[in-house]
Nanobody
Framework: QVQLVESGGGLAQAGGSLRLSCAAS????????MGWFRQAPGKEREFVAG???????????DYASAVKGRFTISRDNAKNTVYLQMNSLKPEDTAVYYC????????????????WGQGTQVTVSS
């Protein structure tokens, strides 16, 4: 069983930055695909970014088009932690951000992930 705990959310101004962290417990973290999703009021949960092991012992990352070039996902297996660095924030980035993990590979579908954190609120003011 893997438990995920997010932190780092808060209030930022447009153009500012925040870094989210997701601390994981469990021995399968290093082999898990990890993702960040977000859900704004009245909207469906959407994929933001994901990361997994790729070829030649490197990590492969994927991003939603809305955040590509502004957000960066990374992971530290020694600390069992995945991060989401969010730069050039926009008011439309306002949402609850969720960390997710699973062993079925990387994907944009929330149903591909087995473990979820409780979420952290990110609010961007204009």
């Amino acid at each position: 069983q893997v438990q995920l705990v997010e932190s780092g959310g808060g209030l930022a101004q447009a153009g500012g930055s925040l870094r989210l962290s997701c601390a994981a417990s469990g021995r399968t973290f290093s082999s898990s695909a990890m993702g960040w999703f977000r859900q704004a009021p009245g909207k469906e949960r959407e994929f933001v970014a994901g990361i997994k092991w790729g070829a030649a012992n490197t990590y492969y990352a994927d991003y939603a088009s809305a955040v590509k070039g502004r957000f960066t996902i990374s992971r530290d297996n020694a600390k069992n932690t995945v991060y989401l660095q969010m730069n050039s924030l926009k008011p439309e980035d306002t949402a609850v951000y969720y960390c997710a993990g699973g062993l079925r590979g990387l994907g944009t579908d929330p149903y591909k992930y087995d473990y979820w954190g409780q979420g952290t609120q990110v609010t961007v003011s204009s």
